[in-house]
Each structure stands twice: as structure tokens, then as C-alpha cells.
């Protein structure tokens, strides 16, 4: 069914990557860069607070809250179009999502650092999905313990990244500061919330 799936194995995690999952990245992109609220939170980094490196927004069911840049957040409703994508998410894949974090990378400043998502909320071993549009960014991978090399992959304009179950117990990601990338990207990252 999907052209371009692609299964990295980890130690103690695994991911799927399928390079042309969106049919229309571009118009989602643009939808989603112009219709968003996009935020900037302020996080705390050793007692100083500084903007995060990227923009952000939160959607989700109702009723559900979030804890990110150090701070809970309740849900705003799903745009529909990413209602959409979450519903064809669970027939492609057979996880469920009830939840979606949207980054927006400007340029190739933005960035995130290293982290997993293992918030208690998420339960013992989620899978997280995560499509990217726009600008093709490095993604990075190393392990919590141990000497695996850092895994690199370059996500494409309308991909699925598929991070399974044990991955986030194990690993840890980041998408570095890539200073000749001039154009922007959103990434989501479907979750599901324990309720
Ligand atoms: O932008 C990305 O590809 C990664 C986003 C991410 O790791 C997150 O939202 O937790
Ligand atoms: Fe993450």
C-alpha cells in the first residue's frame, strides 16, 4: 500500500519510516502556517528562562492536558484536517492517537535537544507518530546508556515517522540547528494520553 516503508531496528525500540505518506504535504503545510496561534513558550534551562527554539501548539481531544516547556497545557480542538490524519493514522498503523503536538521550525535555527517522550502521561511504552512538512531536517538518535553510534535520519516533505514502542525508554531524539537550512518545517507529533 505505501511506497518508500522503510523498518530501522534499534536496540530495544525499532522505527518505520514511510517517506511518502501525506498525498498533499504542501497544502497542509500552508494550512497549518497560516491558521495555527503558533506559540513561543518560555522554558527554564539551569534557572534562566529563554524562548523555546521553535514554535509550538497543542491539539487534542477535549478534556486532555499536557505537560511541556515545564508547564501543563490543555488541549485546543483539532483543526479538521488534522482530525483526519490522526483517523487514517489509526487504520495505516493500528495505534490510536488522541493528541498532537505541532512544532514549527522557522529556519534552520530552530531546533529541539535531546529528549524521549516518557511522560508518565503517555503510559509505559507509547508509540509516537510523527509527520514532517516543509524543509527536509536532520533527525538524530542516541541511545540513554551504552556506546550505539547516533542514528541519523533526514525527514522528508510528507513523511511518517513511526518511533515504536520500546524506542522511548530506550532513546533519546533531537532535531538539530541545521544553519543552511533557509526554509521552514512543521512536524506532528501524534500521541496518546492516558486519561
Ligand atoms: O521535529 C521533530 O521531528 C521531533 C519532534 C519531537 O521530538 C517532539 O515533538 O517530541
Ligand atoms: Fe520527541
Same mark, same amino acid.
Given at each position: 500500500m505505501f511506497t518508500g516503508l522503510q523498518h530501522i531496528p534499534l536496540v530495544g525500540g525499532g522505527l518505520d519510516y514511510y517517506a511518502n505518506y501525506l498525498s498533499d504535504p504542501q497544502g497542509l503545510f500552508l494550512?497549518? /502556517?497560516e491558521q495555527i496561534p503558533w506559540q513561543q513558550?518560555? &522554558?527554564?534551562?539551569y534557572g534562566r528562562e529563554h524562548l523555546t527554539p521553535r514554535l509550538v501548539y497543542f491539539v487534542g481531544d477535549p478534556g486532555l492536558r499536557y505537560q511541556y516547556s515545564g508547564v501543563s497545557h490543555a488541549t485546543s480542538p483539532w483543526p479538521a484536517s488534522l482530525k483526519i490524519v490522526r483517523d487514517q493514522l489509526r487504520v495505516d498503523t493500528g495505534f490510536e492517537f488522541n493528541c498532537a503536538l505541532l512544532n514549527?521550525?522557522? =529556519? !534552520?535555527? =530552530?531546533s529541539m535537544g535531546y529528549h524521549s517522550d516518557d511522560e508518565v502521561e503517555l503510559g509505559e511504552s507509547p508509540c509516537i507518530a *510523527?509527520? *514532517?512538512l516543509g524543509a527536509e531536517r536532520d533527525f /538524530?538518535? @542516541?541511545? @540513554? &546508556? !551504552?556506546?550505539? %553510534?547516533?542514528? @541519523?535520519? /533526514?525527514?522528508? =516533505? !510528507? *513523511?511518517?515517522?513511526?518511533?515504536?514502542?520500546? +524506542?522511548?525508554?530506550?532513546?533519546?531524539?533531537?532535531?538539530?540547528?541545521? %544553519?543552511?537550512?533557509?526554509?521552514?518545517?512543521?512536524?506532528? +507529533?501524534?500521541? @496518546?494520553?492516558? %486519561?
Open positions: 494550512e497549518l /502556517c513558550p518560555l &522554558v527554564k534551562v514549527y521550525y522557522r =529556519d !534552520g535555527n =530552530d *510523527s509527520i *514532517s /538524530c538518535l @542516541k541511545p @540513554k &546508556v !551504552g556506546q550505539s %553510534k547516533v542514528q @541519523k535520519l /533526514c525527514l522528508a =516533505d !510528507g *513523511s511518517l515517522l513511526l518511533m515504536l514502542p520500546p +524506542t522511548q525508554q530506550h532513546w533519546q531524539h533531537a532535531l538539530p540547528v541545521r %544553519k543552511g537550512v533557509r526554509g521552514g518545517r512543521i512536524n506532528l +507529533t501524534f500521541r @496518546k494520553l492516558l %486519561k
